[in-house]
């Protein structure tokens, strides 16, 4: 009999919930619950039946979670017939602490607490679904698994930032990655796809989803990434700067009288796409950039330029490389940020096969000619399955 | 009869000077004053006779230029019997405006001041030194050499930062990049070194000073560098950061209780290998790197680590890479700089020859072994000479 994990992502205004069997990656079911302690909140359900949307207030998570079971009791799949073995929990932040999934007790949570000033954006809601999870599930096995995880395999010289190594030792300021169950499944996908072992393969992820960034993968193992202490260094996001020379804060509060939460907010929501070109949806930016708009070409661009760098970086890291995988929605179906990001470089073995790359397809592919030293493919990335497969681990399932 | 160009560098507390023959590149005479206005100056004079020092309270930079003058007059060579043709002053930031020197007039002066907000450190030093220097030389033509005008070729995509697009529009924060006068020099002299057209060389010049900066350039033209807005973005320097996880400002603020200003003054004064290691001096580090002493160790790595990465970086940039080039102090000197930033990048053509590059040399070398299709070179930059040069030129000099 197949196993099921209940995964959980809890942001702060929003909780994302999945059925998932284990052993195929499907979701039996899955829903969103929106805008949580807003006025009007929205529950999507998804089932066997199909899809069903339900508008009205959602106080906390802990209603937002009792929806959810709601939804499961009353469109399906009941989770008393798939009898669920353990509930994950996408936690962002695991600090230095945490290089595997991990139970979850009294203790974790202190730790994932102590966490909270590394990721005050995402920790402290992470750690509302966790408790409201163990409440309503108290006879479940409950599993952390932390995006900064796969990533804790980084050399210090990767890590480790230019700074009074006091900010590093007393202040756990240092390079931590995030995305990491992505990049985790996603490589260890590649290595199926190309029927290799994955211990003998150098590849090099592209997430690039709202959030973005890249990794250098040795033998499975992460040896670097783009993101930083938090989420928002590195490549060009949907409304995250990425990389900035680190002298423009000083600068908008000296010249422009803006305090550094301003600063720090500006970074994190009217910046990358959104701050270029207006607005972070990929697929209207290409449509704009079809149409010959110039401000999105500029957008689109940085963004990729960006990206090319980084495939460079990492190629230099790696010292060969087997792989470039694409992957998330912008990664999975921007054949023209592909095509754009590795123009040119045939010298380091590259050629994307432009039949393949812009064919329409879902699954994962290869998009690099045949004759291309490195492989380039697609590789939709999964982190609900990655989350349910670690999970399971942990509880000593399967 | 060769000419002489005065170059004159000018610090926030420090007056550089060079009488440079502009074609020969050699310094007839040169000088250093030091802690202006402090209790207590230094004026450091070079002269055909040898080396004169003095000590004692020097006020104000007229002051110090002053002292320059009467050193050439005393302990030679003689300013009246070299003929000088024209004074060459380097100015650290030209924003957009400037993409070539300029003589000085009053409205250049106006258009430098403009950009102090831009390089608050160093655009008021380089007026002062352009004030003074026109008192004390007003029949003297005097023209502003910028270290960002060789970058003013990079095309938006490399200088736009994902930020909101009316940062740049509306208040100049983009990328510049800085050390141009150096990247200038070093590219065209490695192409003179290759004996090969510039027009058809890429080139990585690393310039590796207490400053550090990387540029990529395609044909004489500069279309990547890793300084930025300011010079402190990029490689790991003598005490500043280079790049930085951007939301670790706000982390400081809120978690430490510091001001913006502690943060920006701490990246600037008190970090890269300084913060690391406890100083900025590139040999002891290395002293004690071969001594074992694993905080040296760390801060070479991630010196090093960045360097491959921005190696790689550009590389991928430029999609063919003609040279790599190492210059100033640590460039120059730190075999094992070069040996650790390039190990590993055989896929990329580039093999270090050990013995080459070990060996103690002075001048423009070759340190990659015959066969290895980029060369690396180490070539000493001049930019006194490359200010002269183009000093000359503005002032239709030979
Ligand atoms: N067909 C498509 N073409 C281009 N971009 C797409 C397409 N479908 C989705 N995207 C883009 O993918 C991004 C979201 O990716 P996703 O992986 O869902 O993000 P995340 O999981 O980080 O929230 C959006 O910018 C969206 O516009
Ligand atoms: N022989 C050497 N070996 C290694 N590093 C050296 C050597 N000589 C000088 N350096 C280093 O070069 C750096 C200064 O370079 P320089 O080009 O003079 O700097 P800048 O012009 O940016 O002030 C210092 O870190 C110094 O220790």
Redesign the interface.
């Known amino acids: 009999m197949s196993e099921h994990v209940l995964v959980i992502n809890a942001g702060s205004s929003s909780l994302k919930y999945s059925l998932i069997d284990a052993g195929s990656g499907k979701a039996a079911g899955s829903g969103l619950v929106e805008r949580i302690g807003e006025a009007e909140g929205r529950h999507l359900h998804r089932g066997p039946d199909g899809e069903t949307s339900t508008d009205g207030k959602i106080d906390t998570h802990e209603d937002a979670l009792r929806a959810a079971l709601d939804a499961f009791e009353t469109h399906g799949p009941s989770l008393d017939a798939v009898e669920v073995a353990a509930v994950g929990h996408r936690v962002v932040h695991g600090g230095s602490r945490f290089a595997d999934p991990v139970l979850i007790d009294d203790e974790l949570i202190d730790a994932v607490t102590a966490l909270v ?2 990721a ?1 954006l995402h920790n402290p809601a992470n750690l509302e679904g966790m408790r409201v999870a163990r409440r309503l599930f108290p006879e479940l096995p409950q599993v952390a698994v932390f995006d900064t995880a796969f990533h804790q395999t980084l ?4 890590y ?6 006091a ?1 590093r030792d007393d ?1 756990d ?1 240092r ?1 931590y990655g995030f995305h990491g169950t992505s990049h985790a499944f996603v490589s260890a996908e590649s290595a199926r796809f190309l029927g290799r072992d994955p211990a003998g393969l150098n590849v090099i992820v592209l997430h690039l989803g709202n959030g973005c960034s890249a990794a250098a993968i040795r033998g499975g193992v992460s040896v ?1 990434t783009s ?4 989420p ?2 590195g490549l ?2 949907g409304s ?17 009288g803006w305090t ?2 301003e ?2 907010h ?3 929501f ?4 959104k ?3 207006g607005g972070n949806d990929f697929r209207e930016l290409s449509t704009r950039v079809e149409a010959g708009d110039p ?1 999105a070409q ?2 689109f ?6 990206i ?10 790696l ?3 087997d792989a470039i995988v694409f992957t998330a929605g912008v990664g999975q179906n921007g054949a023209d940020v592909r095509a754009a990001s590795l123009g ?6 590259i050629r994307i096969d432009a039949q393949r790359n812009d064919a329409a397809a879902d699954g994962s592919r290869l998009v690099s000619a045949d004759d291309s030293p490195v492989a380039v493919l697609v590789i939709p990335t999964n982190e609900e399955w990655q989350i349910a497969r670690e999970a399971l681990a942990v509880v000593g399932g399967s």
């Open positions: 000033p590394l005050p050399e210090p010289a990767a480790t930032y230019a700074v009074p190594l900010w202040h300021i390079r670097d993101m930083g202490m938090t928002l260094e060009v996001m995250r700067s990425g990389d900035l020379d680190p002298a423009i804060h000083a600068h908008l509060v000296r010249e422009l550094v939460e600063v720090d500006a970074l994190n009217d910046s990358g796409l701050g270029l070109a401000v500029l957008a661009d940085v963004y990729c330029h960006r090319k760098k980084y495939v460079g970086a990492y190629y230099a890291v010292g060969t490389v040119g470089l045939e010298r380091l073995g």
